[in-house]
């Protein structure tokens, strides 16, 4: 007895280093060194992912490995376990933690009212900016936590505040129990972190939408340089904070597979190689992904399934939610063999216990063991730039490690101990017997099986009657056991035994469900599975992945489209050009243009399209839409001229694929009108399954949003601190903005130094007149006012959209310039559109008027054909001319015209083919062109529906097979997308 306790003693000395100060006083006993070693032999050591050592031996002292190989020379003050059989692996890292740093919770009440000023003195302007945050200074140490995180494999974590758009620096710690903080902290200021979420601690209301998230942080950075030069003469804490923080690892919380590509952008755009924190989607943009060169970190909690065994609830869920949950556990595969660098990380998953039960599903799905392990340990050691601390076991490192009793990726491995700066964490006891396989339980006169599977240290209970399985609960813990199950009565049985080491059965004490006591014995009839990882797997059939489309939604496409060379014979040709309607015409397509217009043309080697009886149109522009975005308003601030629309398209919105089939091709995606001025517009072709750069039209000429109205003083949303509050504030702001961009056009010319301000670089264009301005309008008053602002500052306003009282002041608008998009017959849906009339756009082309008809819906522009067939019926404007209002005349609005919006040999072919007269309600578009590729096609929708049935019935029942393997399911839940419009927040 004595000779264990003084081997315990020496274990305990040796594992638990002297790591702390040594010039700290002792007070509590005698100060002394420690200078043993622990020396682990005969084990399987994975010294990295790919060097792996069998029969090695692990030495360590002082919390670091010392030497590692088959031939290590073990000093005689060493310690030594025999590890015969053992594996040993690095311990896991997450670079993406919270681990005791309390994240901040929204405070509850507030006010209605909107703050616009920041709350803050002596920092950067936006509060949601705070690069001076250290999470070092909110650390504090907790073992229960790390606890977690250690029996999940964990040796290391990057923790940091997970709060606002500039978040400040993250803490490097290592999960030592027994210690200190000097001891634990690896780095305490490890990283910097950015995200495009706001603070839920700060009100201030800019910015409201992700692409003011992207504006304000370009405006960051550009201040930052401006500051950095010396010019600014007070101190801005933030700024310095960002600075200093300049060379560290710089880790960018994304959150989507879109987002990765927009943070990336960012840091091309200011030198920054972000680390990205994604969202488990990557898998089906995994082009673009690649083409960041940006290192990941990866979620892997993988959905689970839906119950969809009701198949009214079925209904509700979207095929693209339930194709994720079949598609999502494939992302680490699909990243590894495209050679994406990524780690994993524990982020939004519900418990540390779950990660080897995920990554495993990863491995089922096609990911490499190796991989998985690099993922978790030398690929975040790497991103920290911390390879030669942490990550590996190689000399000179940490001693983190893991101790198993087999393959770490294998279900029924054990973890035992582990190790974190050399000290000993006892995760399952290493002794301890493994009690799995099956038994013969007598209970209360009745005789069961008792199976008992999964790891040998945690094993589950199944206990049947015959064939009936009754529900149980078990528990294995310090050589006991403890079992309950209902019987088929209901009746509850409980019992309690110790497990002994030289016996296979088990016998105890059994409390009866009358409460009466009584004894069981659970007699072993045979032996945990024998079977190897590499015969489990060859005999599980490999999950079916469903391929991904493109987009990856309904509808999507089995492959990009692609450019054909085609005839069109014989149809009636709306040229919307001088020549009119053409009949039996004609139209060949070459190279994406329109080649040739006549009769009998000869095809060459293109496909000939019959469209005899048919029409063949130029493709519907829509001058005014918010489709295809992800957001549409900034009403943070009364002018958002910094903000883009590009960097909010949203290329899987089903709105484009309807807005095809209504024989739409270009839409200008404008910013909202809860502005003054507004962001910088997209002007989009709908090329239905292309990523969102791709979506935007080439070369476009330069737009953006104004407004004027009850939107922007903000008339019914019961706000009233925000500046203007009247149409005549509405003025001033023009001209103020105007003014100071005037100013600053001025300073810049000047060759004196300038502060780069986004918002005053696109004002200075309009005044250029390098951009061009559609602006939301109503009121006569209004319209007037902005043409004499416009002519005050010499610039002309291109168009007026909705303009419902453009009849009235149409001479005007005709003598300034100006055209008006406004609507066919819209009108009384909110009081300064009292005295809009169906006449308007009528009356407007008479006093020569360039007029459009657009939509500001997505539901009326999939039928603006219909829309332009208004005018005829309402100010007698004939056919030809009704329909050049949605084709050549936005194309004019637009400045497009030379290339799009009517059929013109040398133009592009945005073409759409329909069945009958284009003005009637009846037609419909049988094939939708853009640039001579069909992005839709009446006959391949008929598949496509054809395809979704069969792919959601597949769906379900490998859901419901899901539900009767015993898996964890989740309630159905419907996807649901807000159709935005002007006053969208």
Request: proline residues 4%; hydrophobic residues 35%.
């Amino acid at each position: 007895m004595k000779w264990r306790l003084l081997v315990l003693a020496a274990c305990w000395l040796c594992t638990t280093p002297l790591l702390s100060q040594d010039y700290f006083p002792k007070n509590n006993g005698v100060k002394a060194e420690n200078n043993n070693y622990t020396a682990l032999t005969n084990a399987k050591i994975y010294v990295t992912p790919t060097q792996i050592i069998d029969k090695g031996t692990l030495l360590i002292k002082d919390g670091k490995v010392v030497a590692v190989g088959t031939s290590v020379s073990i000093p005689s003050n060493s310690v030594q376990v025999d590890l015969n059989g053992k594996y040993i692996y690095p311990s896991f890292i997450d670079v993406y933690s919270t681990f005791g740093v309390d994240q901040p919770k929204r405070p509850s009440g507030g006010g209605r009212s909107p703050q616009y000023d920041p709350t803050r003195e002596g920092f950067y302007w936006n509060d949601h900016i705070m690069p001076e945050a250290d999470a070092i200074t909110e650390f504090k140490y907790d073992d229960k936590s790390a606890k977690a995180l250690r029996e999940a494999g964990f040796g290391v974590v990057n923790s940091h505040i997970q709060d606002g758009i500039a978040r400040g620096t993250g803490v490097l710690i290592a999960l030592k129990a027994e210690g200190n903080d000097a001891e634990r902290i690896l780095d305490d200021r490890s990283s910097q972190y950015f995200s495009f979420t706001k603070s839920v601690l700060k009100r201030q209301s800019y910015p409201s939408s992700l692409m003011g998230s992207m504006a304000l942080l370009r405006q960051m950075y550009y201040d930052a340089s401006w500051y950095q030069k010396g010019n600014v003469a007070t101190k801005d804490r933030s700024l310095e904070a960002l600075l200093a923080n300049n060379n560290m690892v710089q880790i960018f919380d994304a959150g989507n597979a879109g987002n990765v590509i927009r943070a990336d952008k960012i840091g091309d755009e200011f030198g920054k190689q972000y680390a990205i924190l994604g969202g488990g989607n990557e898998f089906e943009n995994i082009n673009d992904i690649k083409a960041t060169n940006a290192p990941l970190i990866i979620p892997i909690n993988f959905p689970d399934a839906m119950d969809v065994s009701d198949p009214y609830q079925a209904d509700f869920v979207a095929l693209k939610d339930m194709r994720f949950w079949n598609q999502a556990p494939s992302n680490p595969k699909v990243l590894a063999d495209n050679g994406i660098s990524f780690s994993f990380t524990l982020h939004e998953l519900k418990s540390p216990a779950n990660l080897k039960e995920k990554v495993m599903k990863a491995i089922e799905y096609g990911l490499s063991e190796t991989r998985a392990l690099e993922a978790l340990t030398i690929t975040p050691a790497s991103l920290l730039g911390k390879s030669n601390e942490i990550g590996s076991l190689q000399t000179g490192r940490y001693a983190n490690f893991l101790v198993t009793s087999g393959n770490l990726f294998d279900k029924e491995t054990t973890l035992y101990e582990n190790w974190v700066q050399g000290q000993k964490n006892i995760v399952n006891p290493m002794d301890q017997k493994d009690i799995r396989g099956t038994y013969k339980l007598a209970a209360g006169g009745t005789t069961y099986v008792l199976s008992l599977s999964g790891e040998p240290a945690k094993p589950k209970a199944e206990v049947t009657l015959d064939t009936v399985k009754l529900s149980s609960t078990f528990k294995y813990d310090s050589d006991w056991i403890t079992l309950t199950f209902n019987s088929e009565q209901k009746e509850t049985y409980r019992m309690t035994a110790r497990v002994t080491p030289g016996d296979d059965n088990f016998n105890g004490r059994l409390l009866l469900p009358n409460g009466g006591d009584g004894s069981f014995t659970a007699t072993r009839t045979a032996g945990p599975s024998e079977k190897t990882t590499e015969e489990n797997g060859s005999e599980k059939e490999a999950p079916r992945v469903l391929p991904v489309t493109y987009p990856n939604v309904g509808y999507g496409y089995a492959q990009k489209q692609v450019s054909r060379d085609m005839l069109f014979k014989n149809a009636t040709v709306w040229t919307s050009e001088a020549a009119g309607v053409l009949e039996n015409t004609d139209v060949l397509v070459k190279n994406g243009k329109i080649s040739k217009i006549g009769k009998d043309l000869s095809p060459g080697n293109a496909q000939v399209i019959d469209a005899t009886g048919k029409h063949l149109t130029a493709g519907i522009i829509d001058e005014h839409s918010h489709i295809a975005g992800l957001s549409i308003n900034e009403s943070g601030q009364n002018s958002s001229a910094e903000v883009k629309m590009t960097d909010v398209i949203d290329p899987e919105d089903i709105d484009l694929y309807r807005n095809l089939a209504g024989g739409v091709t270009t839409v200008q995606l404008l910013h909202g009108s809860a502005n003054p001025i507004g962001g910088r517009s997209a002007i989009l072709r709908l090329k239905w399954g292309e990523s969102a750069d791709k979506l935007v039209f080439e070369n476009s000429p330069k737009f953006i949003k104004f407004a004027l109205g009850e939107n922007v003083k903000q008339s019914n949303w019961e706000s009233y601190d925000r500046f203007p509050q009247t149409r005549m504030g509405v003025e001033q702001v023009f001209v103020n903005y105007f003014q100071r961009a005037k100013e600053y056009d001025a300073l810049k010319k000047s060759g004196k130094a300038f502060r780069y301000d986004e918002e005053m670089e696109v004002l200075v264009e309009i005044l250029n007149g390098e951009r061009f301005i559609s602006c939301h309008s109503y009121v006569q008053s209004e319209i007037n006012m902005l043409m004499k602002v416009a002519d005050k500052f010499g610039f002309k306003v291109n168009t007026f959209t909705h303009i419902l009282e453009g009849y009235k002041v149409a001479d005007k608008m005709a003598a300034h310039g100006v055209g008006g998009s406004t609507f066919s017959d819209w009108w009384a849906y909110k009081y300064e559109v009292k005295d809009a009339i169906p006449y308007n756009a009528a009356i407007m082309a008479s006093q020569g008027v360039t007029v459009a008809i657009n939509s500001d819906d997505g539901e009326m522009s999939r039928r603006l054909n219909q829309e332009a067939g208004k005018t005829v019926k309402y100010g007698g404007v004939s056919e030809e001319e009704a329909w050049k209002m949605v084709t050549i005349n936005p194309a004019k609005l637009l400045h497009i015209d030379e290339r799009v919006g009517s059929i013109k040999e040398g133009k592009e072919a945005d073409l759409v083919l329909w069945n009958a007269h284009p003005l009637s309600v009846y037609a419909k578009a049988e094939k939708t062109i853009i640039q001579g590729t069909t992005y839709f096609d009446l006959e391949q929708d008929k598949a496509l529906r054809e395809s979704i049935k069969k792919e959601r019935g597949e769906l379900v029942k490998m859901m419901v097979a899901e539900k009767d393997g015993g898996s964890k399911m989740k309630p159905p839940t419907q996807r649901k997308k807000e159709r935005f419009n002007c006053d969208s927040l």
